[in-house]
């Protein structure tokens, strides 16, 4: 199997951290291109926008710069923020990252076992979690990575 593409999924959390080490291992192994994908969560923007007080687009407006600059740091603090391409886009995690991985025509994803929400959160023991859907519903390899690798 050539690996040339791999996308890995981060919600800025410790699981996510590795995987994204990971997936530059895997990337000097292969010579192969990391996309890395943060999705700001559709459900969650739509909570904040019921909430603000700022206008609908001042709101969405500030949400998208505050991932932007959240993916940027949780990059740097990696020391990786040159060696991978970065996409952020809105909606459903799971189905955003099944978008993106036809669009790249990725041949591996890589994310982290849980995210930041916790082991324990209420839609992940009703619904699954991303990682979860993710391994069930997509065609290519799925590598989920615990916090320490």
Not at 41 to 55: D, Q, T
Not at 104 to 115: E, R, W
Not at 118 to 146: M, N, Y
Request: aromatic share 8%; proline share 4%; glycine share 6%.
């Amino acid at each position: 199997m050539e690996i040339k593409t791999i996308l890995v999924p981060v919600d800025f959390s410790k699981c996510a951290a590795s995987a994204v080490r990971y997936a530059l291992f895997l990337k000097q192994k292969f010579g192969a291109t990391v996309v890395v994908l943060h999705v700001i969560n559709k459900s969650h923007l739509a909570s904040l926008l019921r909430i603000s007080p700022l206008s609908r687009e001042e709101t969405k407006k500030q949400v998208w710069n505050e991932h932007k600059r959240g993916l940027k740091e949780f990059l740097n603090q990696l020391g990786i923020d040159k060696q991978v391409e970065t996409v952020i886009c809105e909606g459903i995690p799971f189905q955003e990252i099944a978008k993106k991985a036809k669009e790249f025509a990725v041949d591996l994803i890589i994310m982290g076992g849980y995210g930041r929400m916790g082991q324990e959160d209420l839609e992940r023991i009703f619904f699954g979690s991303t990682a979860e859907k993710v391994v069930r519903l997509l065609p290519c390899p799925v590598l989920c990575v615990p916090e320490k690798v």
